[in-house]
């Protein structure tokens, strides 16, 4: 039901006499082979609900007529023996709900026969270019030749479309998110649990996958368990260190199910005891998530909740010491305070003074890292936004300085 309703805004948005293709995306080799795991696109997906390699799904606008058509691989009982059964028709309409499954073979002429008999003009096509450096995706590809062999067609890119429609979730998308925050959690406690008694950083992301791996899930990116000053690395993931006995351990990281994602960050000692300093700052950065969440509300925009951190960074630290200028913030702080969140980690709508809007979901992570007193604290929650606010989707992982010393007191 879903995502017929998705395709249909995109129809409407479609001129009359055009036809709009989306492709799921292939395989990529690694080397020999071996190929990555396969990974769908995610509009594609979006659209259809339809993890299919290949795949390929059109939706054509004529005046009086729309359709919505799915093509997909034939199945190769051969290679099916190798690799596993391929989506049959009837499970790829049970599952997108478009009544019409092809075969890939008849694509082309599918396209063909339209472009000549049903008088389409336009192509509409979803095309992401992040970098110059890019692989050349099959839609780019696609959309090159036809450009090359229909000079007079006009081609039009749907990519901020879709991308805007994925920023606002639906209650299918916020329960699947909350989903995977659930599985964050019980990771996150085990992981918790274990850290009295662990003695490398890697020791404690086992135990947090050890969990994702039993719900069938998967990590949403590449875990961060950086003990000391390497949590000072936003992105450091080699997490092969020895943890230090008074150090503290900044955990990122999330699960993600069915495609929908968490991202969590928490930062615990390994004692098990905060020392004075460390409460200081810690406390520091849970005072500047409250800032942001009374902040939160449709109309603002990402930067303006980041400004209020970094308001709040400059009065605290120069009240501490630690700096003398408000500029020096930056030493201590150096990343956004919140991005979108959904199908992909660092979701669609990272667009300049986007404002928020009902329905989205978003990252809370203020941070605060302090080579000098070597260690990085950042706290994380996911968010959706409501109409008149904000519902903290993962306030039952607990954060506060006195939850987590009760925890882990008696364990280890
Ligand atoms: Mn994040």
Not at 136 to 146: I, N
Not at 367 to 380: A, L
Not at 386 to 396: H, M, P
């Amino acid at each position: 039901m879903i995502t017929k309703q998705r395709r249909k805004q995109l129809l409407d948005a479609m001129d009359d006499f055009s036809l709009f293709i989306e492709f799921a995306g292939n395989e990529i080799r690694r080397s020999a082979d071996a190929n990555y795991p396969f990974s769908i696109k995610r509009n594609f997906y979006y659209l259809t609900n339809i993890d299919e390699q290949e795949a390929v799904l059109i939706l054509v606008k004529l005046p009086h007529r729309q359709s919505e058509t799915l093509f997909i691989r034939d199945i190769d009982l051969t290679l099916q023996k190798w690799n596993g059964t391929y989506l049959t028709s009837t499970k790829a309409s049970e599952q997108s709900e478009i009544a019409s499954i092809s075969s890939l073979s008849s694509l082309e002429g599918y396209i063909q026969s339209h472009l000549t008999r049903s008088g389409i003009r336009k192509i509409y096509v979803d095309i992401e270019r992040l970098a110059k450096t890019d692989r050349v995706s099959v839609d780019e590809a696609w959309t090159v030749s036809m450009k090359q062999s229909y000079p007079t067609l006009s081609f039009e890119n749907m990519n901020a479309r879709i991308n805007s429609m994925r920023t606002r979730k639906d209650k299918s998308e916020v329960d699947a998110i909350i989903n995977a925050i659930d599985i964050t959690k019980n990771a996150f406690e085990r992981m918790l649990d274990s850290t009295k008694t662990a003695k490398y950083e890697y020791e404690l992301q086992a135990e947090f996958e050890y969990v994702l791996k039993k719900h069938d899930a998967s990590p949403a990116f590449d875990m961060i368990v950086a003990s000391g000053k390497d949590a000072t690395i936003l992105h450091y993931v080699k997490n092969n260190k020895k943890i230090e006995d008074d150090s503290l351990v900044l955990c990122d990281m999330g699960a993600s199910k069915d495609y929908y994602n968490s991202d969590i960050s928490r930062t615990f000692p390994k004692s098990g005891q905060f020392t004075d300093v460390q409460k200081k700052y810690y406390n520091l950065v849970l005072e500047a998530m409250d800032r942001v969440f009374d902040k939160i509300r449709p109309g603002v925009t990402l930067k303006q909740l980041n400004d209020e951190v970094i308001d709040l960074y400059q009065t605290r630290l120069k009240e501490f010491g630690l700096i003398k200028e408000s500029h020096e913030v930056s030493r201590y702080y150096y990343h956004g305070v919140s991005h979108f969140l959904g199908l992909d980690v660092h979701d669609v709508g990272q667009v300049e003074q986007m404002v928020l809007a009902p329905g989205q979901i978003i990252t809370v992570e203020p941070g605060i890292y302090i080579e000098e007193h070597g260690f990085g604290i950042r706290i994380e929650d996911d968010v959706l936004v409501t109409e008149d606010g904000y519902k903290n989707l993962s306030s039952g992982i607990i954060k506060r300085i006195e939850d987590i010393e009760n925890r882990m007191k008696g364990n280890g």
